[in-house]
């Protein structure tokens, strides 16, 4: 139902590299709307991580790095860590004939092996 | 450090009315810098925005759900309300209340920042 699409999962080793994407369409990422990402931990509220496509809130490790390309949009998390396991969603603004709306992804679980 | 804390009936019947209060402590609900949005989450799933007001009274809701949601705003205790009628089992989620940033003159420009804990509602009779 969601109109952003994620990666069910990912995983890496820990001190690896892993990348989120998030795809999306003419009506939302790919007409020029920002894309912003939450990490939620289990058990716990989404925590905002990435503001403006690629903004870090203070406080939030530049491990953490997002981009956007066309209709689509990408979280890097480099220098993987146990404490990153968690699911993480994208977030961007949908204008279409059926109305407008702040839309999230399907989100993406990660897990460090 | 701004906080928010949902709060309200963890168990509603079918057919009534969903309401919920966000309060909004270390900070004031009249800045004009945000607006104030719910968002919810249904076990297992992801994440569904459902609306925001400005502290104005200014409203703007998820199309989905505009036909059933009313959100509204008390100033004078920093407060803002969800009220969602006519609830069925698939409005069984967790509800958060957060902090909408936006751009002025660019509404589409919004992120949510920081987000209350949420509280579970359940719709079962």
């Known amino acids: 139902q969601s109109v952003l699409t994620q990666p069910p999962s990912v995983s890496g080793a820990p001190g690896q590299r892993v990348t989120i994407s998030c795809t999306g369409s003419?009506?939302?990422?790919?007409?020029?709307?920002?894309v912003h990402w939450y990490q939620q931990l289990p058990g716990t509220a989404p925590k905002l991580l990435i503001y403006g496509n690629s903004n870090r809130p203070s406080g939030v490790p530049d491990r953490f790095s997002g981009s956007k390309s066309g209709t689509s949009a990408s979280l890097a998390i480099t220098g993987l860590q146990a404490e990153d396991e968690a699911d993480y969603y994208c977030q961007s603004y949908d204008s279409s004939l059926s109305g407008d709306n702040y839309v999230f992804g399907t989100g993406t679980k990660v897990t460090v092996l | 450090q701004l906080q928010l804390q949902e709060s309200g009936p963890g168990l509603v019947k079918p057919s009534e009315t969903l309401s919920l209060t966000c309060t909004v402590s270390?900070?004031?609900?009249?800045?004009?810098?945000?607006?104030w949005g719910w968002i919810r989450q249904p076990p297992g799933k992801g994440l569904e925005w459902i609306g925001s007001i400005y502290y104005s009274g200014s409203t703007y809701y998820n199309p989905s759900l505009k036909s059933r949601v009313t959100i509204s705003v008390d100033t004078s205790k920093n407060q803002f309300s969800l009220k969602l009628s006519s609830v069925t089992a698939a409005d069984t989620a967790v509800y958060y209340c957060a902090r909408h940033w936006y751009i002025v003159g660019a509404l589409s420009v919004g992120w949510f920042d920081p987000w209350g804990q949420g509280t579970l509602v359940t719709v079962s009779s």
């Open positions: 003419s009506s939302n990422i790919g007409a020029g709307y920002d």
């Open positions: 270390g900070g004031s609900i009249s800045s004009s810098s945000y607006y």
